[in-house]
Nanobody, 119 residues
Framework: QVKLVESGGGLVRPGESLTLSCAAS????????LGWFRQAPGKEREFVAA????????YVADSVKGRFTISRDNAANTVFLQMYRLEPEDTAVYYC????????????WGQGTQVTVSS
């Protein structure tokens, strides 16, 4: 079992920046992909960005490419989502998610952290 804990959400104004963190614990040796999704009110959950934990990536959704970057600290089993030039449309709950080795699905999810972009 992998436990994921997000932090760093909050209320920001349009044009500002925010960095989210996701700390993984438990059976981290079995993580193949670690990344971020988001879900806005009334919308489906969408992929934002991810890494293949042992090489490959980053993969970033076209909708945020150029404004969001993903980075990681392998030693700390932590992945970061740096968000720049935030827009009201980025308002959502942001979730960290992990795929296990040999799995096609994201089987582990964090509790989510709220990001609100509003003036």
């Amino acid at each position: 079992q992998v436990k994921l804990v997000e932090s760093g959400g909050g209320l920001v104004r349009p044009g500002e920046s925010l960095t989210l963190s996701c700390a993984a614990s438990g059976r981290t040796a079995y993580i193949s992909v670690l990344g971020w999704f988001r879900q806005a009110p009334g919308k489906e959950r969408e992929f934002v960005a991810a890494f293949r934990w042992n090489g490959g990536g980053p993969y970033v959704a076209d909708s945020v490419k150029g404004r969001f970057t993903i980075s990681r600290d392998n030693a700390a089993n932590t992945v970061f989502l740096q968000m720049y030039r935030l827009e009201p449309e980025d308002t959502a709950v942001y979730y960290c998610a992990a795929k296990g080795l040999g799995s096609n699905d994201y089987g582990s999810w964090g509790q989510g952290t709220q990001v609100t972009v509003s003036s």
